[in-house]
């Protein structure tokens, strides 16, 4: 058989093979629908929006598993989120590429973005289609990484999206995406939560430009916070295995619970509260769930600093004082003007 009768034979197979898949696209949107699942594949450009991304480098030729290609760049309403085509107008560009896979050439390399462990089709959203349906498990490509500290994976909701472009964007505020790129977890479970976690890093801003006598940038004090603050609470979380306890929720959501619930005691006892220390919190913590409380979490000495309530205010109040003024000054070029008395 010549080689064009042989491409002919294996387009005329390809066309078959696509009614086939199509009928299987169909079917699958109708399930993905009904257990509330993703249907299409996620967008580049989505994708590479929410989650702030700008640096980009080559990584070469690789070969990459199927399954962890997720979107595309353009096309991503055109195939399902198993890269099944939707449209009956494929069928001849898709039957094409299924002849040239099967051909003695194969298939050429196709190009992809990859975010965290997951990537994007830039160019040969047909060669996956094609692979995925001959069952192959990898696909030679060129792949060109946009660098990220947020985990992505295959299926995820809108939702976890949601979520994940929220802990992207607190990154970005704080700068602890590029201080600390390899930082420990700072995720929520409720995105809402990260204005309080910016507020304590705001609140320690605060604090050490009382501390060190000049103004100081929010990525300084961000950093600070983290070293300083968070990675010893994590490291005393880590300790006692507190991760076990926690059920559906973060250590950053034990963080806060923990930086509230001092906050309150100490508000209402003053100096004299029963619990004035991260491993106190802890303490309260495992109370208040009943379960067992390690021994030497009673005996521990961690040196933990959590102001009050007050504190926050009085700072607050001075720091108002401060500007007030400085606007008083600069109004009157130094001398403050007093009233005439009255005749």
């Given amino acids: ?85 939707k449209s009956g107008k494929m069928q001849e560009r898709w039957s094409r590429v299924y002849a040239q896979a099967n051909s003695m050439t194969g298939l050429p390399p196709i190009e992809l973005y990859k975010v965290d462990d997951v990537y994007f089709v830039r160019d040969g959203n047909h060669r996956v289609s094609v692979a995925r349906t001959l069952g192959s498990k990898t696909i030679q490509a060129h792949v060109t990484e946009l660098p990220t500290t947020i985990d992505l994976e295959p299926g995820m909701t809108d939702k976890e999206l949601d979520d994940a472009a929220a802990y992207a964007a607190f990154l970005e505020e704080s700068g602890l995406s590029h201080t600390r790129p390899h930082h420990q977890p700072l995720m929520l479970s409720e995105r809402s939560r990260y204005t309080d976690l910016m507020g304590h890093i705001y609140l320690h801003k605060y604090i050490l430009e009382k501390d060190h006598g000049r103004e100081l940038s929010l990525t300084e004090a961000a950093t600070d916070w983290y070293d300083n603050v968070y990675r010893p609470a994590l490291t005393l979380f880590r300790k006692y295995n507190m991760a076990e306890v926690l059920d559906a929720r973060t250590e950053a959501d034990l963080y806060l619970w923990v930086v509230e619930h001092l906050r309150e005691v100490r508000e209402e006892f003053g100096e004299e509260a029963p619990a004035r220390k991260i491993s106190d919190a802890l303490v309260d913590f495992l109370n208040d769930r009943k379960l067992p409380v390690p021994d030497d979490l009673l005996e521990e000495k961690d040196r933990s600093l959590i102001l009050t309530r007050t504190q926050v205010l009085k700072a607050v109040a001075a720091k108002a004082e401060e500007e007030a003024a400085k606007n008083v000054d600069a109004s009157s070029n130094g001398h403050v003007a007093v009233p005439s008395e009255a005749p």
Avoid: C
């Fill in 1 to 85: 058989m010549s080689e064009d009768q042989s491409f002919r034979a294996n387009m005329m197979e390809g066309m078959s093979r696509f009614q086939g898949i199509r009928a299987r696209a169909f079917w699958q949107d109708i399930i993905d629908h009904l257990r509330g699942k993703p249907a299409e594949l996620l967008s580049f450009e989505d994708i590479r929006q929410r989650l702030r991304l700008r640096e980009e480098s080559y990584r070469g030729l690789q070969d990459v598993p199927l399954d962890r290609i997720v979107g595309s760049v353009g096309r991503y309403r055109d195939f399902t989120r198993n890269f099944l085509p």
